[in-house]
């Protein structure tokens, strides 16, 4: 198949026709940052951290397929601030707790901040008004920490393919729901795997907790998006 | 030429980031070189007698005396630092935020399960009045500086007093920016 040329930042790409603009840029080694993609599921691009400028023009690039020609921009000082502003907002947004918080060091949210060195959000907190809820006897919701990224809606599934995380209401109100008795019916690999799939600390596996010691958890040494940069 | 003066303070904090600050080890020598200490736990002084260069804000603000010892700091120190996760955000005491004022304090005085006869929520103009919610100190007074980190690490703060003494940009390599 024809290979498609593009230029992200000034440097020469190539990439397969059907892929993203994001998934072109790293197999070109250059890391975009992004929040609600998950490698494998059907893009969303509902957190818009990804925005990039194609052809002058914002567009997400985890949504966004690639064509011959294009010219994206992702490491400006207007698209950073963007992105830093994004992260920032979903921090006063929710009540997002690091220090007691299982998922830090492993939460991508964080590590995003972490790599745009978020010393505080330039908004007001809003502390919001939320629940943490048991939704089955293997998973915890803690909706102080969802960012309503909608993986766990996508990905996780009951053998017979249905949804067992569902956005509900709209707007201010939308909150990710959770059908109790599919839940209740979760074997422990997906379970798990809706655990390990939630970028935030919102869906927990019960009595795991702190499993890994400060220091040597996902994050802690080596910013996200690192290891595309160094391939 | 007199050294500069540091003031220190912990307000809603649990004073996890004056410890930290002691945490620098053979560090804190060069430091008492460099700086002497005014108003602070560490040194006791309670009030202030002159102006400081650079205050540290340890903690949020969870009531009126927090809010006071603050803003006497904005008035006499050049530079005000938030240090730690409770200065910069209100940390772990704001998990009180979602939950309403009057609930909080039956919660804690009347219907903890060690509460036995006769109990009432303590309530004395000697106290400080308790606020609706944990604030950050920079929702308060305008704060210059911020250093996260439950604590913020011993490195951190050396980097951030050195860097306010020497007048030059912070050098914030990754391992010092944590949240926890």
Not at chain 2, 58 to 80: A, D, I, Y
Request: hydrophobic share 40%; with cysteine.
């Amino acid at each position: 198949m024809a290979e498609i040329k593009l230029t992200i930042d000034g440097k020469p790409c190539t990439a397969r026709p059907g892929q993203t603009i994001l998934e072109a840029a790293k197999a070109s080694g250059i890391y975009i940052p992004a929040l609600c993609h998950y490698e494998g599921l059907k893009p969303s691009g509902s957190c818009r951290i990804c925005t990039v400028k194609v052809n002058g023009r914002p567009a997400a690039a985890c949504t966004q397929p690639v064509a011959e020609g294009l010219v994206v921009e992702t490491a400006t000082p207007e698209l950073e601030d963007m992105r830093r502003a994004l992260v920032e907002m979903l921090f006063v947004e929710g009540n997002h707790f690091c220090p007691s918080c299982e998922k830090s060091g492993n939460c991508e949210l964080q590590a995003l901040a972490y790599r745009f060195g978020m010393l505080v959000p330039r908004f007001p907190y809003q502390w919001s008004v939320r629940e943490i809820e048991s939704v089955s006897p293997r998973l915890l919701m803690e909706h102080n920490r969802c960012i309503q990224c909608r993986r766990c809606v996508e990905a996780i599934r009951t053998p017979d393919g249905r949804r067992v995380f569902a956005a509900q209401e709209r707007s201010g109100r939308l909150r990710i729901g959770v059908d109790p008795e599919l839940a209740a019916g979760l074997d422990e690999d997906t379970a798990r795997k809706a655990m390990a799939i939630c970028p935030v600390g919102a869906i927990l596996y019960k009595e795991v907790g702190f499993a890994v010691p400060i220091g040597r958890r996902k994050y802690d040494r080596s910013p996200i998006g690192s290891d595309i940069e160094t391939k | 030429m007199s050294k500069p003066v540091i003031a220190t303070a912990s307000l809603a904090g649990c004073f996890g980031c004056h410890m930290s600050l002691l945490d620098i080890d053979d560090r804190i020598l060069k430091l008492i070189e460099l700086v002497e200490f005014h108003k602070s736990p560490i040194d006791d002084i309670k009030t202030f007698t002159k102006p400081c260069d650079i205050g540290l804000i340890e903690g949020g603000c969870c009531n009126h005396e927090n809010v006071e010892v603050l803003r006497s700091f904005r008035k006499h120190c050049k530079t005000l630092v938030a240090v730690g996760e409770c200065a910069v955000m209100g940390g772990l005491p704001a998990l009180r935020n979602g939950i309403p004022i009057k609930d909080c304090l039956e919660e804690a005085y009347l219907r903890t399960p060690t509460t036995e006869g006769n109990t009432v929520i303590p309530n004395d103009e000697e106290l400080p009045v308790i606020l609706d919610k944990v604030y950050p100190c920079h929702e308060i007074v305008k704060v210059d500086a911020f250093l996260p980190g439950c604590p913020p690490s011993a490195d951190l703060i050396w980097e951030a007093l050195t860097a306010l003494l020497e007048g030059r940009p912070l050098k914030l390599t990754y391992d010092l920016i944590k949240y926890d």
